[in-house]
């Protein structure tokens, strides 16, 4: 690793946004190229690669400067990888029956109870969401009820990509940290 990447691991570690903007700027590239290789959809790449950067600053700490940074990345990406293979697989049932072969998927309709609670989640959520800055509040927006993609919230916003995914990131942080609170 250069000293360059070095220090900002290390002033990540401590807690240093200038350093995981940094860092995520740095090695952005490399992992969402990894991931669109593997999933062949610019949307999912991206989720997996913002999980990617998500999970890897919220463990920060826990990474060894024996290795190589960008292999604990691309480690995490395709463990994040993984498990999404295997939500997609969860929902869907596969039946061989004399060698012909039927997908079916499985029935996701929520019953009236679910209905409700799922509208009591819902409520609870916007709650969380209104205690973040309005900034933040656009951005969970325009994402996740508006279902933007990343360039279409940078034109929205009339900012770079690259800082729309890390005020993405910082924003589902503090709003998992506001979640944790209640």
């Given at each position: 690793?250069s000293?360059?990447?070095?220090?900002?691991?290390?002033?990540?570690?401590e807690?240093?946004?200038?350093?995981?903007?940094?860092?995520?700027?740095?090695?952005?590239d490399?992992?969402?190229?990894?991931?669109?290789?593997?999933?062949a959809?610019?949307?999912e790449?991206?989720d997996?690669?913002?999980?990617t950067?998500?999970?890897?600053?919220?463990?920060?700490?826990?990474?060894?400067?024996?290795?190589?940074?960008?292999?604990w990345?691309m480690?995490?990406s395709?463990?994040l990888?993984?498990?999404?293979?295997?939500k997609?697989?969860?929902?869907t049932?596969s039946?061989?029956?004399?060698?012909?072969?039927?997908?079916?998927?499985l029935?996701?309709?929520?019953?009236?109870?679910?209905?409700?609670?799922?509208?009591?989640?819902?409520?609870?959520?916007?709650?969380?969401?209104?205690?973040?800055?309005?900034?933040?509040?656009?951005?969970?927006?325009?994402?996740?009820?508006?279902?933007?993609a990343?360039?279409?919230?940078?034109?929205?916003?009339?900012?770079?990509?690259?800082?729309?995914?890390?005020?993405?990131?910082?924003?589902?942080?503090?709003?998992?940290e506001?979640i944790?609170?209640?």
């Amino acid at each position: 690793m250069s000293e360059t990447v070095d220090k900002h691991i290390n002033q990540a570690k401590e807690g240093n946004q200038t350093a995981f903007r940094f860092l995520f700027n740095h090695y952005w590239d490399a992992i969402y190229f990894y991931m669109y290789k593997k999933t062949a959809n610019e949307d999912e790449a991206e989720d997996i690669t913002v999980k990617t950067f998500a999970k890897a600053f919220d463990k920060i700490n826990t990474f060894n400067e024996a290795y190589s940074f960008k292999s604990w990345l691309m480690a995490i990406s395709k463990n994040l990888y993984i498990d999404h293979l295997r939500k997609q697989k969860k929902n869907t049932i596969s039946i061989d029956k004399d060698n012909k072969e039927a997908y079916f998927l499985l029935d996701e309709s929520l019953s009236p109870e679910d209905k409700i609670i799922a509208e009591q989640n819902l409520i609870v959520l916007l709650a969380c969401i209104k205690k973040l800055k309005p900034h933040y509040q656009e951005i969970i927006n325009l994402r996740y009820f508006k279902e933007y993609a990343y360039r279409e919230i940078a034109t929205e916003l009339n900012e770079p990509i690259n800082t729309v995914k890390v005020k993405l990131l910082r924003a589902r942080k503090l709003l998992a940290e506001i979640i944790q609170e209640k």
